[in-house]
């Protein structure tokens, strides 16, 4: 499925000033997956059993991955930080390996005893597990967070000294070169990347722990003082991201900071989507490079559609960037997802001439192309136009054109420009026409606006012919 797909829809009035406006409305309808988590974070107003369901399987997903790179981390602490004797280490590890199996049988058997008064299967019953599964989950990622801490927490100390504890000095001087980035990086890396998933098109953060010494250094340009297209974040005391936009917005990097004795690099995350993720190219007319730019703009509007992640604005804005760079071949369907964007208000607006020429390369074999065309020849490169159409002749070719291509949603919006005449053309007979093809095909919006023009005593009207 496409990330976008633009459809019109109807809410007939015929007494607005421009009914085809007032009820074809351009509006961008996200895929089934991010049509489910668009909406508010699970835990925000919960009013009812079922919302407070949904937040406590969000929050045991949210603890149970946190678990996990807790767990991993501190496996390669413990490698890291016994190099010298790796006996020691395996024996180690292989303790922490069986505590955490018997500590989870711990959690689940204690977390089934927490919801014993619940009924088995009831929202009261799930709810209360799931809780009782996050709030046991976060105490032992800290437990965890707390064991070999020290081989962790950065390899500063005994490899020279801190560079300082202000972290505005401290980074020019992590960042300086390979060396002092290796030296400042701790043994164990929370590492997040991008990977494609089994659906199509889909990609999702996947976070792994691994040794600071296995990463390719440098990790990041230099900076000195102010950079541009670097943000500082302060998360709290000990904690500090560095959000790096220099490649552009479908390669940014988020580095992760942590302070103890000393600053250390502790995570790095990673939103480009890599080349390695991308499928052969399968859309024809479309160079490799625009092929892959095009999936790109998928999965990236995919991930900014979820609205759960902190770049969701430079997740939409690099999508828009890709759909135009995938629309370079001329693809319909690309232009389409491009020009939709641009008008959706989650990313830059495009110049005029620009969007219009995505319109009418969607118009080319598109119903819904050329219904997008029609509308911006009525309200051009605006969002928010409530007066007349623009250029209603242009307009009404348009409308004719997609209902000739198979467009149910043109069938409407020509049948009312015909009742209103706010296109130029004023005919019932052919409105009532328009009307009876768009109900014939099963349409409830033709459907409506035929028993509606029957209420109104207008049985006499004959239907002729809609195009």
Request: charged share 20%; net charge negative; hydrophobic share 40%.
């Amino acid at each position: 499925m496409f990330l976008w797909e633009v459809m019109a829809y109807m809410t007939c009035s015929m007494t607005d000033r421009f009914s085809m406006i007032a009820f074809c409305t351009l509006v961008v309808i996200f895929s089934s997956l991010a049509q489910v988590v668009f909406a508010q974070d699970a835990c925000d107003k919960i009013t009812t059993s079922s919302q407070g369901e949904r937040c406590s399987v969000s929050s045991k997903s949210a603890a149970d991955l946190q678990l996990n790179i807790s767990y991993q981390q501190l496996m390669v602490r413990l490698e890291g930080g016994n190099r010298t004797d790796p006996v020691v280490a395996a024996g180690y590890m292989a303790k922490v390996k069986e505590s955490q199996r018997a500590w989870i049988k711990l959690r689940d058997t204690d977390c089934l005893l927490d919801a014993f008064e619940a009924e088995p299967g009831s929202s009261a019953y799930v709810t209360a597990v799931n809780n009782c599964v996050a709030s046991m989950s976060r105490d032992r990622s800290a437990f965890l967070d707390n064991i070999a801490s020290d081989n962790g927490s950065g390899s500063v100390i005994g490899r020279g000294s801190c560079p300082s504890s202000d972290f505005a000095q401290f980074l020019p001087a992590f960042s300086a070169n390979a060396e002092s980035q290796k030296r400042l990086t701790a043994l164990a890396v929370k590492i997040l990347v991008l990977k494609r998933t089994s659906d199509p098109g889909r990609f999702e953060p996947q976070i792994t722990a691994e040794t600071g010494s296995s990463l390719a250094f440098p990790l990041m340009a230099a900076m000195e003082g102010k950079t541009e297209g670097v943000e500082i974040e302060t998360v709290d005391d000990t904690h500090m991201n560095v959000v790096d936009k220099r490649a552009g917005n479908s390669n940014i990097k988020i580095f992760n900071f942590a302070k103890k004795s000393c600053w250390s690099l502790v995570g790095i995350e990673d939103w480009s989507i890599s080349e390695k993720e991308l499928v052969a190219p399968g859309r024809p007319g479309m160079s490799r490079a625009e092929n892959f730019c095009y999936q790109r703009a998928e999965g990236l509007g995919g991930l900014g559609a979820l609205e759960q992640y902190r770049l969701t604005k430079e997740l939409y804005e690099a999508s828009l960037e890709n759909y135009v760079c995938a629309a370079e071949s001329g693809d319909p369907r690309a232009s389409l997802s491009a020009a939709s964007l641009s008008l959706s208000q989650m990313a830059p607006q495009l110049e005029t001439s620009k969007l219009e020429a995505l319109f009418k390369a969607a118009a080319t074999t598109l119903p819904d192309g050329a219904l997008s065309l029609s509308m911006f020849y009525c309200t051009g490169n605006s969002t928010d136009y409530d007066g007349p159409c623009q250029h209603p002749e242009q307009a009404e070719k348009e409308l004719i054109r997609a209902v000739s291509m198979g467009s149910t949603n043109a069938l409407n919006s020509l049948a009312s420009s015909f009742e209103s005449g706010d296109l130029g053309t004023k005919d019932m007979s052919r409105a009532l026409a328009c009307y009876q093809l768009s109900a014939g095909k099963g349409d409830q919006a033709g459907i409506n606006n035929v028993k509606r023009l029957e209420s109104q005593g207008t049985e006499s009207i004959k239907a002729s012919h809609c195009i």
